[in-house]
């Protein structure tokens, strides 16, 4: 799908929302990422016990509102009374553990959203309902996941909005090789009917892999970049897109406040 966001420079995407100081997943980063002038905002999904679509990076919540519960063990009631935001300031604090309508609501209009599926796939109709209902196009919504499947079906649901497949690289000490290849990698995101890659920036991602992956009708985005040098270094590769926890801090260094 063509992105009118991306005239011919990388989108900045807002890291969980401007993570850097904000709370990560809550809506405090979300307001802040485009206080910073993001492009899009990051955020990921899990599925309560009474089937609520909330935004939290882990299954439980204990890293992040203290209460350690599992999200799918529980329903929001138990959830929405957590506190989400001390554990990063004070500034913060009562912030809530989010439903993805509240972040959808707060989506500005030439803004999107990436939502990383960090759980089973059958959160899928309710999260086809969330953003049915928050009346966002969908040039403005784009679906990630790790899990091929999951984002395979997600595709299939929503063929309409980007959805890129999330890959990570290992290089092998004694051959020097990546493990999955680009190779690889390219063509699960060509069988899974996907529109690209979001792949660490540290793997080999450089021109000749942005290239051979256009060639094959795919972008490539890639995750999380806040070193300026790794951020020049996407930029010279022709990524069409870089998340990161500092979306300001990223636009000024790459130019492209």
Not at 75 to 92: M, Q
Not at 134 to 144: C, N, P, R
Not at 174 to 200: F, I, Y
């Amino acid at each position: 799908m063509p992105d009118k966001l991306n005239a011919g420079t990388p989108s900045i995407v807002a890291h969980r929302g401007a993570s850097h100081a904000a709370p990560e997943n809550t809506l405090p980063s979300v307001l802040l990422a485009w206080e910073e002038n993001a492009d899009a905002t990051e955020v990921d999904i899990h599925l309560t016990k009474d089937n609520q679509v909330i935004v939290l990076h882990d299954k439980t919540t204990g890293r992040t509102a203290g209460t350690d519960l599992k999200v799918s063990e529980v329903s929001y009631e138990d959830l929405k009374s957590l506190d989400a935001g001390t554990w990063k300031s004070k500034e913060y604090q009562g912030t809530p553990i989010p439903l993805l309508k509240d972040i959808l609501a707060h989506i500005p209009q030439g803004k999107r959203i990436f939502i990383e599926i960090k759980c089973p796939s059958d959160v899928l109709p309710h999260l086809e309902k969330a953003v049915r209902d928050s009346g966002l196009s969908s040039e403005q919504t784009v679906f990630i996941a790790f899990d091929w499947d999951t984002i395979r079906l997600t595709k299939e649901r929503f063929p309409n909005c980007s959805c890129f497949w999330l890959s990570g690289f290992k290089k092998d000490k004694q051959t020097g090789d990546w493990d999955p290849s680009p190779d690889h990698v390219l063509q699960r995101a060509l069988d899974a009917k996907v529109d690209g890659v979001d792949v660490h920036h540290g793997g080999p991602v450089d021109r000749h892999f942005v290239e051979s992956a256009k060639s094959k009708g795919l972008e490539v985005h890639v995750y999380t970049v806040n070193d300026p040098v790794d951020g020049k270094r996407m930029l010279e590769a022709g990524v069409d897109g870089i998340t990161t926890d500092k979306p300001a801090f990223m636009k000024k260094t790459l130019g492209l406040e």
